[in-house]
């Protein structure tokens, strides 16, 4: 049964940084593609970041180029997203997701979600 538990949201400051953590199982996640998309309520979702099946090729939405950084630690079986000069425009919910056949580009409709964790940007 494939799980995915997302940890590591919460309150951060503009400029701060956070670091969230996607908590996999039923799957081993360095075989699949699997990353973040974030939705706010009301808005439509919005790709992250993700990464691909076995090859570790990052992808990265412009808006979070160069700030965000996603990894993947099969040992541990999780997948996070280091998060860097964070702005008021990040703060919302973030989900983890994978999926059998799409790529990177399609992250915010892949099949398979979490429940999100909150980022809350403020000082």
């Known amino acids: 049964q494939v799980r995915l538990v997302e940890s590591g949201g919460g309150l951060v400051q503009p400029g701060g940084s956070l670091r969230l953590s996607c908590a996999a199982s039923?799957?081993?996640?360095?075989?699949?593609?699997i990353g973040w998309f974030r939705q706010a309520p009301g808005k439509a979702r919005e790709g992250v970041s993700c990464i691909s099946a076995r090859a570790d090729v990052p992808y990265y939405a412009d808006s979070v180029k160069g700030r965000f950084t996603i990894s993947r630690d099969s040992a541990s079986n999780t997948v996070d997203l280091q998060m860097d000069s964070v702005k008021p425009g990040d703060a919302t919910v973030y989900y983890c997701?994978?999926?059998?056949?799409?790529?990177?580009?399609?992250?915010?409709?892949?099949?398979?979600r979490g429940r999100g964790t909150q980022v809350t940007v403020s000082f």
């Open positions: 997701a994978t999926d059998t056949w799409r790529q990177c580009s399609q992250v915010e409709d892949f099949a398979r």
């Open positions: 039923g799957f081993n996640v360095h075989n699949y593609v």
